[in-house]
């Protein structure tokens, strides 16, 4: 099944550390070829700042991510 993932772009997540993320998921999916299996995208403000930055992972939303915890959580998604 393709993998959905969605970054948080709005301002809060995006200069608290989507930035980051954004360049941490990138190189992730390249170097394990992962490309091909996910549609990857942007989206504004998702009304959760209070959390930020967050990440979507099929519907399901990760919060107050840093490059740890995303690289954690590709892991563990990916690892099956
Ligand atoms: S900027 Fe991401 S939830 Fe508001």
């Known amino acids: 099944m393709e993998t959905k993932i969605?970054?948080?772009?709005?301002?809060s997540c995006f200069?608290?550390?989507n930035k980051q993320?954004?360049?941490v998921i990138q190189n992730y999916l390249k170097?394990?070829?992962l490309m091909a299996d996910v549609?990857?995208?942007g989206q504004l403000c998702s009304n959760k700042c209070d959390v930020s930055p967050i990440i979507i992972i099929n519907g399901e939303?990760?919060?107050e991510?840093?490059?740890p915890k995303t690289l954690k959580i590709l892991a563990?998604?990916?690892k099956k």
């Open 39 to 41: 549609s990857f995208k």
């Open 21 to 23: 993320n954004l360049a």
């Open 6 to 11: 969605v970054i948080c772009q709005g301002s």
């Open 65 to 67: 991510m840093d490059e």
């Open 31 to 33: 170097n394990n070829n």
């Open 61 to 63: 939303i990760f919060t």
């Open 15 to 17: 200069s608290r550390g």
């Open 76 to 78: 563990a998604h990916f």
